[in-house]
C-alpha cells in the first residue's frame, strides 16, 4: 500500500459532510448534519449520550452506511469509494482493541499487515511508532501487564503505521487517570505535528475540548446544536464568564456526568459503550 501522504489534495477541507443522515428503523441517530474540517485540524464531537457523535464517526470510517446525505474524506466518497477511504484513516475505537496475551511489537506487526504496509517497511514503521509513543521499551512485554494510558498508547499506535491522513478516536482517554490523560494527549499532538494528520475525537471531557482542539461541535438529538471555537461557542451563551461546561448545558439542556490495568479499562469501557 502506498502512503497514505503520497496524494495530494488541494482542498483545504479534509472532511466534508451535506446533509448526513442515518436511521435505525424509527430512530433518527443523526438528523441532516453539515460540516467541514480543515486538514491538520484538531476537532471534537460534544454531547451527551445518544446525541450521535459515535454515530456519525462511524459513518465517516465507514462502518455505517449513511441513510441519505453524503460525506468524503480528502475527496473520497465514504459509501463509493470506502476502501480509499480505510486506507487513508485510522480509527481508535472506545472499546479496547488490543489483544492482552501477544506483546505491543506483536498487536502493531498485525496491524501492519492488514494495513498491507510492505514486509521490508514493517520494522521500520513499528519503530517509529513505538519511539513516537514513548514505548520502545515495552516492545516485548504482554500488553496485559500494561497500564491503562499505556494500552491507549498503543492503541494508537495501531492506528498509525500507514500515516494516516485522519486519525478518528472516540473517547481517547476514557477510563484513565489524569496523568495518563496528559501523556496520551502529547502524543496526539506529536502525531498531529509531525505528520500533519487531522484529529477528529469525541469525549465527554470538556477540559480536553477546551485545551486541545481548534474547533468544536456540540451534538443534541442527532444534530449539530452548534460549532466554531471554544471561545466562540462560549460567548453565544450570552453568559459572562462562560465556560464550555455552561456551553454544554446552554446547547442541550443536560448535565454533564462523571465518566490501571487491561482487566479496569476493559470493564470501564465495556460499560461506556452499553451507555452509549
Known amino acids: ?81 470506502a476502501s480509499d477511504v480505510r486506507r487513508i484513516i485510522g480509527y481508535v475505537p472506545q472499546l479496547i482493541s488490543v489483544d492482552g496475551t501477544l506483546t505491543a511489537y506483536e498487536n502493531l506487526m498485525l496491524m501492519a499487515r492488514l494495513y498491507d504496509i510492505p514486509a521490508k517497511e514493517r520494522k521500520a514503521r513499528i519503530a517509529e511508532v513505538l519511539g513516537l509513543l514513548n514505548l520502545a521499551d515495552h516492545a516485548g512485554a504482554l500488553v496485559r501487564t500494561f497500564s491503562g494510558g499505556m494500552i491507549r498508547r498503543l492503541e494508537i ?45 469525541s469525549t465527554h471531557q470538556m477540559e480536553e475540548a477546551e485545551e486541545e482542539c481548534d474547533r468544536v461541535a456540540i451534538m443534541n438529538a442527532g444534530k449539530i446544536a452548534t460549532i466554531g471555537t471554544v471561545t466562540e461557542i462560549k460567548s453565544r451563551t450570552n453568559k459572562e464568564n ?18 490501571s490495568n487491561f482487566r479496569s479499562v476493559r470493564q470501564s469501557r465495556r460499560t461506556e459503550h452499553r451507555l452509549g
Open 1 to 81: 500500500m502506498s502512503d497514505a501522504f503520497s496524494v495530494e489534495n488541494s482542498d483545504p477541507h479534509i472532511i466534508t459532510v451535506r446533509d448526513l443522515v442515518k436511521r435505525f428503523k424509527d430512530v433518527t441517530a443523526v438528523d441532516g448534519i453539515t460540516f467541514e474540517i480543515d486538514r491538520g485540524e484538531m476537532f471534537a464531537f460534544l454531547g451527551p449520550n445518544g446525541a450521535g457523535k459515535s454515530t456519525t464517526i462511524k459513518m465517516l470510517i465507514t462502518l455505517l452506511a449513511p441513510t441519505s446525505g453524503e460525506a468524503s474524506i480528502d475527496g473520497l466518497n465514504v459509501v463509493a469509494n
Open 242 to 259: 462562560a465556560t464550555l461546561e455552561d456551553a454544554f448545558i446552554f446547547f442541550t439542556g443536560a448535565q454533564l456526568e462523571d465518566t
Open 157 to 201: 499506535g495501531q492506528a498509525i503505521p500507514h500515516h494516516p491522513k485522519v486519525l478518528f478516536l472516540d473517547e481517547p482517554t476514557s477510563g484513565l487517570d489524569p496523568v495518563a490523560r496528559q501523556n496520551v494527549w502529547k502524543h496526539i499532538r506529536e502525531l498531529r505535528d509531525q505528520y500533519g494528520t487531522t484529529i477528529l475525537f
